[in-house]
T-cell receptor, first 116, second 114 residues
Framework: AQTVTQSQPEMSVQEAETVTLSCTYD???????LFWYKQPPSRQMILVIR??????QNATENRFSVNFQKAAKSFSLKISDSQLGDAAMYFC?????????????FGKGTRLSVIA | EAQVTQNPRYLITVTGKKLTVTCSQN?????MSWYRQDPGLGLRQIYY???????DKGDVPEGYKVSRKEKRNFPLILESPSPNQTSLYFC?????????????FGEGSRLTVL
């Protein structure tokens, strides 16, 4: 079974600085998706960024980028120029690439605080 | 606006009193799913549905039922709620098939069972 591990339960960053959240996963599949979701105090699950495993290029979305290391099964999220609105719980998630039930497998989350 | 709508958003109930959390999506998605979120455990899948009248158990189905009579609706039923079902619940949907990626989430339903 696939597992996702986020080893940092809590992180903090100064406003305008850069922070990296770690995520590792375990799978025997070769094709899959990886995601980072943000959950602010409103509790809404917001997709931050996604990565297809067959793409070697790291995904980027404005201030958010990933470092995808397929061989190491690592998928870290870098937030540049951190803003107060980035404070949230961040979840790393994995999904295999097949047409059946492919539930998102979530890590336990990293709570990010942004210090003004 | 494309969305997944859950109701109620908050509910406090007592042990044994049947309740239903509704979920509706307006994106014509075939696949729908329920997750529960608990501190330190992340999100875990309860049930899912690949299409109308097709449902199956996820990782933590005990104490829950679902139905999928219409494509847009996927209610979660707690026949006899217990305190260990106190949790934050999310409904989610996406298109079926392999290369569809993103799961769209509802806003969550906070359930407390006394």
């Amino acid at each position: 079974a696939q597992t996702v591990t986020q080893s940092q339960p809590e992180m903090s960053v100064q406003e305008a600085e850069t922070v990296t959240l770690s995520c590792t996963y375990d799978t025997s599949e070769s094709d899959y998706y990886l995601f980072w979701y943000k959950q602010p105090p409103s509790r809404q699950m917001i997709l931050v960024i996604r990565q297809e495993a067959y793409k070697q290029q790291n995904a980027t979305e404005n201030r958010f980028s990933v470092n995808f290391q397929k061989a190491a099964k690592s998928f870290s999220l870098k937030i540049s120029d951190s803003q107060l609105g980035d404070a949230a719980m961040y979840f790393c998630a994995y999904r295999t690439l097949n047409s059946g039930n492919t539930p998102l497998v979530f890590g336990k989350g990293t709570r990010l605080s942004v210090i003004a | 606006e494309a969305q997944v709508t859950q109701n109620p958003r908050y509910l406090i109930t007592v042990t044994g009193k049947k309740l239903t959390v509704t979920c509706s999506q307006n994106m014509n998605h075939e696949y729908m799913s329920w997750y529960r979120q608990d501190p330190g455990l992340g999100l875990r899948q309860i049930y899912y549905s690949m299409n109308v009248e097709v449902t199956d158990k996820g990782d933590v189905p005990e104490g829950y039922k679902v139905s999928r009579k219409e494509k847009r609706n996927f209610p979660l039923i707690l026949e006899s709620p217990s305190p260990n079902q106190t949790s934050l619940y999310f409904c989610a949907s996406r298109m079926a098939g392999a290369n569809t990626g993103e799961l769209f989430f509802g806003e969550g339903s906070r359930l407390t069972v006394l």
